[in-house]
């Protein structure tokens, strides 16, 4: 197991460096982040509708595409030269590429999160201050629940015709109920309410991260044997 | 090919029932005092809506399988099954709001439950798109089951939620701790109208199976 991990580390550096050096997706995803809110600024009405209530779907809604541009791009970096087979080739397991992956995955879709919540506060107004602890739990674990499940997905789209349409039609029933959940206990704590209400929502949040990282990693390899 | 044909006379003889059933839930069954006529849709919406959940399930041990066995049979079972599954889910997704209209007033609301067979329907639909998507048979079979066993595992934690929010639509009637809180005579027709579903399903999975075996036959390497 520990092996596993170590070479988790490895290739999920090997992801990273290659990312931070040209760093043509992480701008790409973080000026994305910027324009979705930005469309959203301009869809709503704001003497109708205040900004702290759409702020909850504001922020999944961006997430969620944040997210996808990020998942997408995963392994379409190894259809290049053929380097997934490389990776196969390596000596080392089939679940630690999964475990690289997702962790290579994380940081990315962190970073870009990252950039996405102070200017999300900023745009919209909304203090996020206050909550921002018991927030970066709920977003920390929903985005861990579906970079999970879309790192194994992608593996499998990343291979076939209209990749990037057909993973978002895959992802997205699977993204729906933790986003739910991260709404509802988003918008309670932006309402000023305590964290322990919302305790169904994050135990069912965990819940969901455990089965599906737990799920992926074994059934990682059956996307890549040949 | 004799499995086509068992599988169409199963289908038939489904059919035939169903026009049965109708028969009796129509003219034999009492009507509901508060829904009115209403009511009836409850034999057809309550059955394919428990065999579009049960058809997501068996796609999902069907691919369990699958990648212990590397049987193709389970391959074309699990295809066979989500597509029947999705004609349940839709057949579902139709007659709900032509109940809910004259009940509720509106054809559709984000009810949990509502919410819960519509995500069932698109992931059969994503299913099935990704079974188009690939073209190399052993591939297909091998992303299909990955993705099955996720939907499968989904399920739970949907219709876990289900239960957390409030919600609009009817609570269980039947299959409830306490006893059945309908008519004799409802509670008879329903379970004639659920095993007729039964049949149908059967018979239709039983075709899908036939005619994949025979593309897999009339173009080996496809």
Redesign the interface.
Known sequence: MADVWRHAWLLARKDLLVEFRSRTAILSAVVFTILVLLVFNFGRDPTAVAAVDLAPSILWVTFTFAAMLALNRAFQLELENQALDGLLLAPVSRSSIYLGKLVANLVFVAVVEGVGLPLFALFFNVPVVPVLGPLLVVIALATIGFVAVGTLFSAMTGRTRFAELLLPVLLLPFMLPPLIWAVLATAALLAGRPLSESAGWLRLLAAFDIVFVTLAFFLFPATVNE | MRLLKTGRWITILGLALLAGVYVRALAFTPVERLQGAAQKIFYLHVPAAVWTETGMVLVGLASVFY?FLKDPRLDRFAAASAEVGLIFGTIVLTTGPIWGKPIWGTWWTWDARL?LTL?LF??Y??YL??RG??TDPG?RA??S???G??GM??VP??H??VY?FRTLHPQPIILKPSAPSLPAEMLITFLLSFVVFTVLYVGFVTQRYALSLLREQAEPYA
């Open positions: 990648l919410t995500l698109l992931m639909v994503g798109l990704l998507a690939v591939l091998r992303y089951a990955v993705l066993i996720s595992c989904l934690f949907v876990l939620s957390m």
